[in-house]
């Protein structure tokens, strides 16, 4: 059996997008996960995961393993604290964003269901992004560019 320790990863993911300014390490992989997922990340003060945004075929916890955050849901924006655990369902009724609002560098993990295919709504920006788990096959669209069932069949 593979085990990682939490408290000493080793980061191999990097972000470097202003305002959403993080490192990570992958759990999952590191444990040999198949249907689970799990990603370390320590988030510097003023950063953010990732834009707003819920799932369909994925259900993600967020476990918040040091200082503080604001979790930003359907119901608005509300303090976390270290220790707190949260899940995010499949839907609209699962949309977060996570923000580091302390002084310090926060961590945190998301645990998820992996699901592939994957879609990931971004209501802010009206965008649609499909995974379907294979190399270069994501798709990222602004809703607005949808075409007709029958577009293009003839």
């Known amino acids: 059996m593979r085990r990682v320790n939490i408290n000493q ?3 191999n993911l990097t972000q470097g997008q202003p305002g959403y300014s993080w490192r990570a390490a992958q759990l999952g992989p590191a444990i040999d996960a ?4 799990a990603t370390l990340y320590e988030l510097p003060p003023g950063e953010a995961t990732y834009p707003y945004h ?3 075929g994925c259900e993600e916890w967020l476990l918040l393993l040091s200082r503080s955050a604001t979790l930003r849901d359907p119901d608005g924006d509300r303090a976390l604290t270290a220790g707190d655990l949260v899940c995010f369902p499949e839907g609209p009724d699962g949309g977060h ?3 580091n609002t302390g002084d310090l560098p926060a961590r945190l993990v998301i645990l ?4 592939r295919p994957a879609v990931a709504v ?3 920006s009206d965008k649609v992004v499909l995974s379907s788990g294979g190399e270069g096959d994501d798709l990222i669209a602004r ?3 949808s075409v007709g069932y029958w577009d293009g069949e003839s």
Not at 34 to 37: F, H, L, Q, S, T
Not at 112 to 115: D, F, L
């Open 54 to 56: 819920y799932e369909y």
């Open 143 to 145: 809703k607005a560019d």
């Open 97 to 99: 964003r996570v923000v």
């Open 9 to 11: 990863p080793e980061f």
């Open 34 to 37: 198949v249907r689970m997922g």
């Open 122 to 124: 971004f209501p802010d």
């Open 112 to 115: 998820s269901t992996k699901g």
